[in-house]
Every structure is written in C-alpha cells, then in structure tokens.
Nanobody, 116 residues
Framework: QVQLVESGGGLVQAGGSLRLSCAAS????????FGWYRQAPGKQRELAAT???????NYADSVKGRFTISRDVAKNTVYLQMNSLKPEDTGVYYC??????????WGQGTQVTVSS
C-alpha cells in the first residue's frame, strides 16, 4: 500500500480555481491508478477523475472540461486542477490509489468549499 496526503483545499468563490495536491509515498510501482473522489454533505463519495499508470485519463461528466488530473512522477504527486468551480463542487476531496492486486489506499481528505 501507499500513504497519501492531500492538500490545497479551501474556500473559493464560484468561477474560481483551486489546485489540489496528493503526495504519495510507499510502493508506488505497484499502483495501477490514482484518482480523486469527492463527497458532498449527505451524499455518497463519487469519482471526479482518475489517471492510470500509462497516463490514461477518466473524468466524471460533471467535471469534464473544468477539472484536469495530472501526475508528476519525479515528485510522487498527483494533482487536480479545478477551474470554473461551482457551489455543487463543494465537498471533501479524497486522493485514492489502486494497486495491481486491487488493494485501495485513501488519503485523509481535504475540504473544498465554493461559495455562490
């Protein structure tokens, strides 16, 4: 497994931008993909974006065109650039790593609040 630490959350006005970071440590070569998930108050955790080991990308329809997931291999960090934020993007954002043996690791989460 890996250890994941998120940062970069905060309060922003609608239309603004934030960049989330996920610093990873541990056996990174055993990871099949990294992703960002989010959980709004009273709702289930949902996928925002994922990036595979060969750079393949996947986005939820609700964030396509606004969010960009990327990875800096040298820094062992995964980013989520969020632009044109909306109040409905508010929630706790979690970094996730999936190993080739299907083991899943989660970070502690970072709060994103978008005011209208």
């Amino acid at each position: 497994q890996v250890q994941l630490v998120e940062s970069g959350g905060g309060l922003v006005q609608a239309g603004g931008s934030l960049r989330l970071s996920c610093a990873a440590s541990g056996n990174l070569f055993s990871m099949r993909s990294f992703g960002w998930y989010r959980q709004a108050p009273g709702k289930q955790r949902e996928l925002a974006a994922t990036i595979g080991s060969v750079g393949n990308l996947n986005y939820a329809d609700s964030v396509k065109g606004r969010f960009t997931i990327s990875r800096d291999v040298a820094k062992n960090t995964v980013y989520l650039q969020m632009n044109s934020l909306k109040p409905e993007d508010t929630g706790v954002y979690y970094c996730n790593a999936v190993a080739y043996n299907d083991a899943i690791s989660w970070g502690q989460g970072t709060q994103v609040t978008v005011s209208s």
